[in-house]
């Protein structure tokens, strides 16, 4: 089965052809085009300038790699949600036209559940279930418990800001601008992450979790340092410490639903999966609890069009397909 999969939801416009057979997919078409360069003049994305480049790109895409008739296409899958209603619009409106023109079965696909996916663009082995994922991107972190193929059950989620945003707000403190999550790891890595003890928040709280003290523990320090603002050795000490604050929790509420769950294989997903020492760690973690660990390739840790083809397969091959005239985006879609 051929899937064309369209990602419109943030601020990479990318589209994939993923070949589906039984348990296995591969991508034979991926392109992705960012619009970083576009958006730092603002200092983080603007939707309604994110939409109209998604269009542009879109259509040279088409062009340039799809059949103009589909001839070889079975299905069309697109991100309906969560992320910028005016860019989810985009990918959504054409992917209905699409599938409309072409007369192809049409599946809604959720951006978490395709981040999720992205573990199963290997050809190695890929993610036995039950599985634990912990989702970490811009929007979103959650811990979810994957019982089968579009199976899922929320064990956790951030009450405030998700793990992305803080490393994207840390960032603009330390003047590094956007997209922050890059910058700050890179500044991280001639830190000392003890330098600063910058607070784990809810460790004893279940399964949730907080980002917002730590990030307003990062404020006042600067605030009370600002002269040391200038020191390098202090800015990366900061970020390091930052960094390393965030991930002690993330992996520490990875290890209590381990503990309470017994998943069979462990899974990282969303775009601070792309962070080299949150994934050192979190493939620690289940080498010490002997727990078949995924993080995905670098290529699809980010957002991509492939990731939501491979769960736009799974999904297809349930029938979970819609109405193209009745589909609409939706900014705030949830996995479970
Ligand atoms: O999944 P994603 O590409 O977009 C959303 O769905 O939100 O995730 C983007 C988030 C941003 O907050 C970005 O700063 C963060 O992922 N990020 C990172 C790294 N690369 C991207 N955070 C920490 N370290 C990284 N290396
Ligand atoms: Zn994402």
């Not at 057979?21 to 992705?32: A, H, I, L, Q, W």
Request: with cysteine.
């Amino acid at each position: 089965m051929r899937i064309l999969a369209i990602e419109t939801s943030c601020d990479e416009t990318s589209i994939a052809v993923i070949e589906g057979d039984g348990e296995r997919v591969k991508p034979v078409t991926f392109v992705v085009r960012t619009q970083i360069e576009t958006h730092q003049a603002f200092g983080g994305v603007v939707p309604e300038v994110a939409a109209r480049e998604h269009l542009a790109h879109l259509l040279f895409m088409f062009r340039e790699h799809v059949d103009p008739k589909g001839r070889d296409i079975d299905v069309i899958a697109v991100t309906a949600g969560p992320g910028l209603a005016p860019a989810l619009r985009v990918g959504v409106e054409v992917a209905k036209t699409l599938a409309w023109t072409w007369q192809k079965p049409l599946v809604p696909v959720c951006h978490l559940e395709g981040h999720i996916y992205a573990s199963w663009l290997t050809d190695g082995a890929v993610p036995q279930f039950p599985a634990l994922a912990l989702i970490v991107s811009g929007g979103h972190t959650e811990l979810v418990l994957m019982q089968e193929h579009g199976k899922f059950t929320r064990l956790g989620e951030t009450i405030d800001d998700a793990a992305g945003e803080a490393f994207d707000k840390v960032a603009k403190m330390l003047g590094l601008g956007y997209p922050g999550g890059p910058a700050v790891a890179r500044l991280a890595e001639q830190g000392n992450p003890k330098a600063f003890d910058f607070p784990r928040a809810m460790l004893d709280k279940g399964l949730d979790f907080s980002f917002a003290g730590v990030k307003t523990s990062v404020l006042y320090l600067l605030r009370e340092q600002e002269s040391r603002l200038s020191d390098a050795q202090f800015r990366a000490d900061v970020a390091a410490s930052f960094q390393e604050a965030v991930v002690d929790v993330l992996l520490r509420k990875t290890a209590k639903a381990l503990a309470v769950h017994a998943p069979v294989s462990m899974v990282l997903a969303g775009g601070v999966a792309a962070n080299v020492e949150l994934r050192k760690r979190f493939q620690a973690l289940g080498e010490e609890k002997g727990v078949a660990v995924f993080v995905p390739a670098l290529t699809y840790a980010l957002d991509n069009a492939a990731m939501i083809g491979a769960a736009g397969y799974f999904r297809a091959l349930r029938g979970d397909t819609v109405n193209p005239l009745q589909l609409q985006a939706d900014s705030n879609m949830d996995i479970v």
